[in-house]
């Protein structure tokens, strides 16, 4: 953990645009003892995503149909980034480096498919 010293700010930047929050606020703790930090204490930036289907039954006489169905994740394809590096002996303390993509959020996938009920 980390000493706060100062007022703690979001500045919202990611990536080689600077740090999430304002890193001057922190310092190393002295001597043998832990900082007055708390643990997960700080968040990265929201994120959300929105997932699209769309289905259409064509009949084609009797029991047999026919559907067609479209289904698209993360539709608006928005980035989710990953949380700030909170090691305070870090090169890159303060800054998001990455994504937080991973299997919950990935890029835009959009799927096609047919159905055949007899």
Do not use: C, K, M
């Not at 832990?34 to 204490?41: A, I, L, V, Y």
């Not at 700080?42 to 929105?50: C, K, V």
């Not at 026919?66 to 949380?83: K, Q, S, W």
């Not at 305070?88 to 991973?102: C, V, Y």
């Amino acid at each position: 953990t980390a000493d706060l010293v100062g007022d703690f700010e979001t500045t919202g930047r990611i990536g080689s645009a600077g740090t999430w929050f304002d890193t001057d606020a922190f310092a190393q703790p002295t001597g043998v003892r832990f900082g007055d930090t708390g643990r997960n204490q700080f968040r990265g930036p929201a994120a959300w995503n929105l997932d699209l289907s769309v289905f259409r039954v064509f009949p084609l006489g009797g029991q047999r149909r026919l559907e067609a169905r479209v289904e698209a994740g993360n539709i608006l394809n928005h980035p989710v980034f990953g949380n700030p590096s909170t090691g305070i002996t870090s090169g890159t303390f303060g800054q998001i480096t990455g994504t937080g993509g991973g299997g919950s959020y990935p890029e835009r996938q959009v799927r096609v498919g047919l159905r055949f009920t007899f």
